[in-house]
């Protein structure tokens, strides 16, 4: 049976320190209010923690990397819940680790309830598994510890979550959607290059008959796929590579995300998306009293933006100087001129030219000249919006107002929840317009394949026609 170490107040206020053997945490608790005493802090002797750590350990099963959004988001709310009913937290992370599937979070949870068990708080249990939960969450559970607000912390963490979940959805969402159309468009069409035009070809040339350019541009297209099949997936494959080789490098991180806000359409979606995130975590770690500076420096690392990284590093600086939020934000969210976007903006222009010489590699010249005028359009579209600041003066007055009347934790929410409105209606534009342009590019692919096969097979049949009478 194990042994618990407890601290106790006694009825004229005098603190008691003794050890108690009990089945469980809960009969022990029920044991030492039953003479008398209110428990302040109870927990196992670490003898008996080290013991039990062990069958925690076999409980274990391998997983890789952290746990997923949603099952934090479940668990967030599910903990909350738990701790709204008045269940001690050791015993709600235990019913919630039976309830978990296999995973990183299921290990997580084991880890947390054996270091409650030898003696550690819920926020320095969860550092301890840093792979499960990040700086954010450790820090508002700390600051719901220490001002004995945990059920209200962990409302506010579910909400948190729930919301960045919805937000990171929506983003996703918007990106997919156009990327598997296009990638299903491809396949068809890669399948109708490889097997059906080239039956088609055999035929034409057992007739012997002139092919109209259409169809002789549709013959070299399959003709080149059928040759270069491996291209296909080669190519974006190498793309992505290229990208997160790049990335790699402080200059090239920041490069690729600038070039992410500046493009049109998406890079708006992408600057609403992290305005939204970014101001709902500041807004949330200030109303759980987390201190700004250490609020500025977890929402700069899980901005997920180079560029917004620079921007809190130098409000934080700022802070530290004794200045305001909204000054340095004001003047430092203008980006200067990076070359490594400029490289990304001419690269983008120049692959529909470059995409000419896997049909046509004699026309070099023509690509060439392609490739400068499209460059030069790329570099034109770079100069014009790259000194746009990332942040609109909406979010810099409302932090100023929050920051004159005490309320910025507020006012940081409202912000939140304006941009996230603003990144649903502005996916919802963009899937009302990419749906229309997709049916209008498939029907076009769709009317040149079937043009370039019927002018011929018309030719054919007159001349069958022809030939009969």
Known sequence: MP????????????????????????????????????????????????????????????????????????????????????????????????QSKPGALKNGLIDVCDEIEGGASLSEAMAKVPKVFDRLYINMIKAGEAGGSLELILRRLAEFKERSQKLKGQVIGALIYPLMVVLFTIAILTFIMLFIIPEFQKMFEEFGIDLPAPTQLLMAISKRTVNLWFLFPLIPISLVLFVSLVKKFKAGRMGWHLFLL?????????????????????????????????????????????????????????????????????????????????????ATMSLPPLSILLIKPDMWMTVAYGCAVMTMLGFAWYFLNYKKPVIEDLVINMVDVGEETGELDVMLYKVADYYEEEVESLTEGMMKMIEPAMIIFLGLVVLFIVASLFMPLISIISGLSGGGK
């Not at 469980?24 to 196992?44: H, K, L, W």
């Not at 479940?74 to 937290?89: E, H, K, N, V």
């Open 3 to 98: 042994h618990y170490q407890f601290e106790a107040m006694d009825p004229q206020g005098q603190e008691i320190k003794d050890v108690i053997e009990a089945p469980t945490q809960d009969e022990a608790q029920a044991t030492i209010r039953s003479m008398g005493y209110f428990v302040t802090r109870i927990a196992v002797q670490k003898s008996a923690a080290k013991a039990t750590a062990k069958t925690g350990k076999d409980r274990k099963t391998f997983a890789m990397g952290g746990a997923g959004g949603k099952a934090m988001v479940t668990f967030t709310r599910q903990l909350s819940i738990l701790q709204d009913a008045g269940l001690p937290i050791l015993r709600s992370l235990k019913i919630l680790e039976q």
């Open 262 to 346: 500046k493009l049109p359409v998406m890079g708006k979606l992408v600057e609403k998306a992290n305005l939204a995130r970014t101001t709902r975590t500041l807004g949330a770690l200030v109303a759980s009293g987390v201190p700004i500076i250490e609020g500025l420096t977890i929402t700069r690392e899980t901005s997920g933006n180079a560029m917004y990284e620079k921007i809190f590093s130098r409000i934080t600086d700022a802070i530290r100087k004794g200045e305001t939020i909204a000054e340095p934000m004001k003047t430092e969210n203008k980006p200067t001129f990076h070359p490594v976007t400029m490289f990304f903006f001419a």
